[in-house]
């Protein structure tokens, strides 16, 4: 019997399945590393290091000027040597940059600690090490081979946690986390010149630049837009908090993103060369709009609710009384992570219809909220709590916005994009309530005991309620996971 064509819905499930076991298999090892770390590293030197990383995250828009992006969307390779020499120039002018710029950046800091400036030079190197892996990863992208990606992310990230602990051990303090940081990524770009057999050769062609970054100007303004609105807050806290306080925040923001925001970016490496593909079928555009919004929502929202209600035995059981500080951190920010991925896929969308303004102006919509409210929680209540919650707020009405736009963009009515979510949310609801009761039956119990009884009664009782209730959600989740796996 002749072999069916693959579905578009099964292509995204298999390549997001290769891109999600990649990043969240290396996730996994990095949420084993933050917890031992958690033991050896004070939350003073997470602050110093998150400041450090606060700043390249800055410079980081502009590390390639958006060419691997243009490289995914041309229809052919031809650009890839261009665009790989013009990368690796871009990554030199930023080490040297921030190498000179380092000690002005430090004061601006509470503490105006010269401890960070030799923190911020080193993880200049980061420039340098992306650019020589980031077109060798961009054709995998554009060829849809996530499944070689696998390999490498897989190392990159599974390196990172090791010499981070290594050096822990050894005593390094903040330093194991920058040396962990360039590791990883040395170790990630042998990894992707041994999977991908593309070779940049020395032939330049000028006659490629320009459309490399006239398409790649429109992705770092909304890249920039994206870091302000994702860096604003370490800014403003540690500036205004302290290191410590940083240090605190950073550790309450890592378990929610690490978690759930790592799925809505795993399956963003997969929509937007498959949306590219799909960008003139008005058609297949809504449908794999909302098949992902029902997937992405089905394992976030679960995942949201679940950390915002079990945070305190999660951290007393994984990192200690020392950083039970983090317990309101970490549910503000869960509730946050659950809004924001629920119009997290929208911008694929607007990227494969080359209608990048859109998302720009969204974004700067959302801003010209978010930075004086920031402002104000952390400069007037200087409150960690008061971040969160505003962060949460103002995802809230982003990703309403969001979903808006998208609805009138792809012609599709607002309730057939709300119905996507909705078998998330009834279950969702169900399983909270379950959660609370559970929680405050065991509120005398260990730490320990209450999270795997929050776990087991989480998954029974959202599984449960989907299976009696949503039944065809499952089992067409199911066919789909079965047709992509079948296809590995």
Request: with cysteine.
């Amino acid at each position: 019997m002749a072999k069916q064509p693959e579905t578009i819905v099964q292509s995204a499930a298999r390549n997001t399945l290769w891109s999600y076991a990649a990043t969240y298999g290396g996730k996994i090892l990095i949420f084993i590393t933050t917890v031992i770390l958690a033991y050896f590293v004070t939350k003073a030197e997470y602050g110093l290091v998150g400041m450090g990383l606060t700043v390249i995250a800055f410079l980081e828009v502009m590390q390639d000027l958006g060419i691997g992006s243009a490289v995914i969307y041309q229809a052919d390779e031809d650009a890839a040597n261009t665009a790989f020499w013009l990368g690796c120039g871009i990554a030199l002018t930023l080490f040297s940059i921030t190498w000179l710029a380092a000690p002005i950046v430090a004061t601006y800091f509470l503490q105006n600690n010269p401890d960070v400036i030799p923190i911020i030079r080193a993880l200049g190197l980061s420039f340098p090490l992306f650019a020589l892996r980031n077109i060798h990863d961009a054709l995998l992208r554009k060829r849809m081979q996530f499944k070689k990606r696998f390999i490498p992310d897989l190392i990159q990230v599974s390196s990172k946690g090791a010499i981070s602990i290594g050096c822990a051990l050894a005593g390094m303090g903040a330093w194991s986390l920058v040396w962990g940081q360039l590791g990883g990524s040395a170790c990630g770009v042998i990894a992707y010149w041994m999977v991908n057999p593309w070779r940049p050769s020395l032939k330049l062609d000028r006659a490629v630049i320009k459309p490399l970054l006239g398409f790649g100007s429109n992705i770092v303004a909304v890249n920039g837009l994206a870091v302000m609105l994702a860096q604003t807050d370490y800014l403003l806290v540690g500036r205004y908090l302290g290191d410590e306080k940083l240090g605190v925040y950073t550790n309450g923001f890592r378990f929610p993103d690490l978690m759930v925001m790592q799925i809505c970016i795993a399956l963003a490496n997969v929509l937007y060369p498959l949306y590219s593909r799909l960008r003139d079928d008005p058609a297949g555009l809504q449908q794999g709009f909302f098949i992902a919004s029902r997937y992405v929502a089905l394992v976030t929202v679960p995942l949201s609710l679940g950390i915002a209600i079990a945070a305190e035995p999660f951290v007393l059981t994984l990192l200690s009384v020392k950083w039970v500080e983090t317990v309101p951190i970490m549910r503000t920010i869960a509730i946050y992570t659950l809004f924001l991925s629920l119009g997290y896929n929208v911008g694929d969308v607007y990227k494969a219809q080359n209608r990048t303004s859109i998302l720009t102006k969204l974004s700067i919509v959302r801003l010209v909220v978010l930075v004086p409210a920031l402002w104000f929680a952390a400069a007037q209540f200087k409150s960690l709590q008061a971040v969160g919650i505003t962060h949460a707020l103002v995802a809230f009405l982003g990703s309403t916005l969001n979903l808006v736009v998208a609805a009138k963009v792809l012609n599709m009515p607002i309730r057939r994009i709300l119905s996507a979510f909705q078998p998330a949310f009834v279950a969702g609801a169900v399983m909270s309530i379950c959660l609370m009761l559970t929680l405050l039956a065991l509120q005398n119990t260990p730490s320990w005991l209450q999270l795997l009884a929050a776990v087991v009664v989480g998954i029974g009782s959202y599984g449960g309620t989907l299976w009696f209730g949503q039944r065809e959600v499952l089992t067409q989740a199911g066919q789909t996971l079965r047709g992509a796996v079948a296809r590995r």
